[in-house]
T-cell receptor
Framework: GAVVSQHPSRVICKSGTSVKIECRSL??????MFWYRQFPKKSLMLMAT?????????EQGVEKDKFLINHASLTLSTLTVTSAHPEDSSFYIC??????????????FGPGTRLTVL | AQTVTQSQPEMSVQEAETVTLSCTYD???????LFWYKQPPSRQMILVIR??????QNATENRFSVNFQKAAKSFSLKISDSQLGDAAMYFC????????????FGGGTRLMVKP
């Protein structure tokens, strides 16, 4: 149980286009999802916290108009990178906090999405 | 704000030997959780072990155990009988007990296991 999927696993796009990444909790409801960015050989940096039915909370330095987050249901959150540029190339990871499971406060991670902007 | 520091960018261990990865953190809170995550080449984050700050007993999970020193704000991970599959990036993480529950990660330690 407690599986989180991400789609796509990798995407290549042209500069200026927008890319949407989906994060789904497959077998549990997630009231809260988190989006992280990871540069090569670096740690995970929290970008934003996404709560179902409300606006996401962005970390300092993260452009909310650049990285649009929508958490429309208890099993799906999306991250849209708008007008992507090469510097947005990175590995994006989502995690979901489980509701109703014994380990309520646990975060379960998706497998990540590698974004390459040409 | 909380910070997590992993002072060892890389560590190496011989197969079947024991290795300890270091982690220190800074917080003014008394209630929190600490975690060690493993990230293999697949990049999937895997929870290795977790420790609740209010528990004095060190957590153990099979070959993995921690040395939690609350006063010193230290949280090291010991891997016994190291296996080739243990080779990965290891991240120490802190989570507040307050609402929000966001994780703060350390910079990571790359563990190499020599056959």
């Amino acid at each position: 149980g407690a599986v989180v999927s991400q789609h796509p696993s990798r995407v290549i796009c042209k500069s200026g286009t927008s890319v949407k990444i989906e994060c789904r909790s497959l077998d549990f409801q997630a009231t809260t999802m988190f989006w992280y960015r990871q540069f090569p050989k670096k740690s995970l940096m929290l970008m934003a916290t996404s709560n179902e039915g409300s606006k996401a909370t962005y970390e300092q330095g993260v452009e909310k108009d650049k990285f649009l987050i929508n958490h429309a249901s208890l099993t799906l959150s999306t991250l849209t990178v708008t007008s992507a540029h090469p510097e947005d190339s990175s590995f994006y990871i989502c995690s979901a906090r489980a509701w109703g499971l014994a380990d309520y406060n646990e975060q379960f991670f998706g497998p990540g999405t590698r974004l390459t902007v040409l | 704000a909380q910070t997590v520091t992993q002072s060892q960018p890389e560590m190496s261990v011989q197969e079947a030997e024991t290795v300890t990865l270091s982690c220190t953190y800074d917080t003014s809170e008394s209630d929190y959780y600490l975690f060690w995550y493993k990230q293999p080449p697949s990049r999937q984050m895997i929870l290795v072990i977790r420790q609740e700050a209010y528990k004095q007993q060190n957590a153990t999970e099979n070959r993995f155990s921690v040395n939690f020193q609350k006063a010193a704000k230290s949280f090291s991970l010991k891997i016994s009988d190291s296996q080739l599959g243990d080779a990965a990036m290891y991240f120490c993480a802190y989570r507040s007990d307050r609402a929000g529950n966001m994780l703060t990660f350390g910079g990571g330690t790359r563990l190499m296991v020599k056959p």
